[in-house]
């Protein structure tokens, strides 16, 4: 079992940034997989960006890339999510999840925080 906790959120002008936090319980971090999924209101929950067990691989939703970065250290059992030239339309509740392996895979995260709210004013 695995419990996620995320923190970091706030409000944030266009063009701002903003660090996500996701402190996650247990001895075996580093054999997790773990994303950063986002839901806007009325809209479907959405994969943003995940990352290997050991940190070496990452994988991002197109209209991320080159602006948001996910990393971990496996040593403080922590993800983060560095967002920046933050937009109106990454507004949304942010979650942490996690799953057991190695697949990059957007499906199957077994473990979910409870969200985090950003808000980017334009």
């Known amino acids: 079992q695995v419990q996620l906790v995320e923190s970091g959120g706030g409000l944030v002008q266009a063009g701002g940034s903003l660090r996500l936090s996701c402190a996650a319980s247990g001895r075996t971090f580093s054999r997790y997989v773990m994303g950063w999924f986002r839901q806007a209101p009325g809209k479907e929950r959405e994969f943003v960006a995940a990352?290997?067990?050991?940190?070496?691989?990452?994988y991002y939703q197109d209209s991320v890339k080159g602006r948001f970065t996910i990393s971990r250290d496996n040593a403080k059992n922590t993800v983060y999510l560095q967002m920046s030239s933050l937009k109106p339309e990454d507004t949304a509740v942010y979650y942490c999840?996690?799953?057991?392996?190695?697949?990059?895979?957007?499906?199957?995260?077994?473990?979910w925080g409870q969200g985090t709210q950003v808000t980017v004013s334009s």
């Open positions: 999840a996690a799953k057991y392996g190695t697949s990059l895979s957007i499906y199957e995260y077994a473990y």
């Open positions: 990352i290997s067990g050991a940190g070496g691989n990452t």
